[in-house]
Structures are given as structure tokens and as C-alpha cells.
């Protein structure tokens, strides 16, 4: 698979009912070009994992939406050369930072804080919040050009999953779609684990044969550890899967609308690659802010 690949070959090859090898080549390839369609037709570069640097300008307001999504984490913010730091928890509530509500009489700590994404997809665009700040700091209620930086990770992506190791090996559940990506793996106690492109030794691990299968030494079997990566949502796997279904099968008919069947019967074809069950399942997942 390409890195941005949607979807897997078995997976299409499944849907189409083959089962050998012939067009593998042709669509692995559609695969990666139907994947391209896609993210390009959702205004998105890549849905997985990544660190993203933000400019923007400036309103004076204590608020601010982010275009990426769904968002993990916030790496960094600076408002006017002044670097922000996160909001420790309100005073008066033991209530973490990012996406709690405060307590009555509860008062939150300067800083900025992050709307939580709930872990599932589609998510929508989050905010970012600031207590005590503005984005636009030298000039409160004025528009300041390119002022405001966020440094922020930014994907679909299933964060500390519990898994334990047995027989040298542990697979991830993938319950809202299949593996894309490592994001690393940790101990039960939030020591790392080294990621070795060969055999592990203990403390480390490598990626198996099959998507979303972890290696390990055998010394670390019975071990408790926290695995994250990034996946595509089952429901974008699918309209890539019939996209290149549709692709694939527009080859054997270039430019025909319809067939007669011996006189007696004609079948219409639908001439859109784009279908209307394929628009409806990418809805969700557009861009929305301008990018």
C-alpha cells in the first residue's frame, strides 16, 4: 500500500470477486489513484497522522477553530512572539485542562485549552480556547496578519490501546477501521518501546506482516502494553473500494452508456464514477474551514 492508500487490495479484489492475480497491478494502481480523488475531492492532504504548523491572523478574539481535524494534540502555541502555555487545571475542580468544564465557582487558569475529540469518526473541527490571552495580543479587537502559530497533531488516529503481548506478537482491534500507521508503543508504565526495522530485542518492536500486527521479543511476553496508530474509518475504506470498483469496471467499457442484449434486453450503465452512495459516505468527512 501507498502511504495515503484508502483502502486494501484484498479488500477490493473481495468486493469484485476475484480471486487471482491478473489485475493486481492495475489495481494496486487505482487504489493509489482512486485514494488521490478522494482526499482531494475532501480538500485533505492525508487523513492520517500528522504535525501540522497553522498561521493565522490574529482577530483579538479568545477563540479559534481549527482547520485540521479530527486534532490530538497541541504542540505549541504563539500569539505575537509571546508562547502561550497550556491551562493547568481550574481552581476549585480537579478537572484536566483540555475539554473539561469547570465547576461553579471554579475559575480557569490562564493558558489555552483544546476541545476533546470523543476518539471517533467523522469528528468535526475543533477549538482552540484561551483563559487570560487573546489571538491578537498587541492589539485587542484588531485584526493582526499572520500572528497566531499553532503547532498541532492532527489525524485519525486510536491513542494508547491495552493490548498484552503473547507468543511474541500482539494485534490491534481497529474498532473504528483499518490500521494505517504506527504511532508508537509504550509499556503499561509509559516507557517507550524503540521501533527496529528487524528482530526486536526486548524493548523494542516491529511492525508484523500483516496491517495492525505488532512484533516483540519473546522476553516481553505477558506484558501490558499501550499501542497508538493511525487508521482509515471504515466508512472512507468502503467509497474507496467502490470507487475503484467503478474505475475498474469503466475499463471494460470505455465510453459506452449502454448494451443491448441480443435485441431482447439493454442495460444502462451509470456513467459517474462519483455515485451518489459514494458522495453520501465522503460527506462527513469534508473540508470545511477554506484551507
Not at 468486493?15 to 494502481?29: E, F, P
Not at 487523513?47 to 479530527?70: C, N, Y
Request: glycine residues 10%.
Amino acid at each position: 500500500m501507498a502511504t495515503n492508500d484508502l483502502c486494501q487490495l484484498a479488500d477490493v479484489k473481495a468486493w469484485l470477486g476475484r480471486t487471482d492475480a491478473n489485475s493486481d497491478a492495475l489495481l494496486t494502481a487505482l487504489i493509489t489513484r482512486a485514494s488521490r480523488l478522494i482526499l482531494s475531492s475532501l480538500q485533505r492532504g492525508t487523513i492520517l497522522p500528522r504535525t501540522i504548523t497553522e498561521v493565522r491572523d490574529g482577530t483579538g478574539s479568545q477563540s479559534l477553530t481549527l482547520k485540521a481535524w479530527p486534532v490530538i494534540s497541541v504542540n505549541g502555541l504563539i500569539v505575537d512572539n509571546q508562547t502561550i502555555p497550556p491551562s493547568p487545571a481550574m481552581t476549585g475542580t480537579s478537572a484536566p485542562a483540555s475539554g473539561a468544564t469547570p465547576s461553579p465557582g471554579g475559575a480557569r487558569q490562564p493558558g489555552w485549552m483544546l476541545e476533546a475529540w470523543d476518539g471517533t469518526p467523522p469528528g468535526r473541527p475543533q477549538t482552540l480556547s484561551l483563559s487570560g490571552y487573546s489571538f491578537g495580543l498587541c492589539c485587542p479587537g484588531a485584526r493582526n496578519f499572520q500572528d497566531v502559530q499553532i503547532v498541532y497533531q492532527a489525524g485519525y488516529q486510536v491513542t494508547n490501546e491495552s493490548q498484552v503481548i503473547g507468543g511474541g506478537a500482539a494485534s490491534v482491534s481497529a474498532p473504528y477501521g483499518a490500521w494505517a500507521s504506527d504511532a508508537g508503543v509504550t509499556y503499561a508504565s509509559g516507557t517507550p518501546l524503540q521501533a527496529v526495522p528487524g528482530t526486536p530485542a526486548a524493548g523494542q518492536y516491529a511492525l508484523g506482516p500483516a496491517a495492525g500486527g505488532y512484533v516483540f521479543n519473546a522476553a516481553d511476553n505477558g506484558q501490558t502494553v499501550l499501542i497508538s496508530y493511525g487508521f482509515v474509518p471504515a466508512d472512507l475504506a468502503q467509497a474507496a473500494i467502490e470507487l475503484v470498483s467503478e474505475m475498474y469496471k469503466y475499463s471494460q467499457r470505455v465510453g459506452e452508456r449502454s448494451h443491448s442484449l441480443g435485441g431482447n434486453e439493454t442495460v444502462a450503465f451509470d456513467t459517474s464514477r462519483m455515485t451518489p452512495l459514494i458522495q453520501s459516505l465522503l460527506q462527513p468527512y469534508r473540508h470545511i474551514l477554506p484551507v
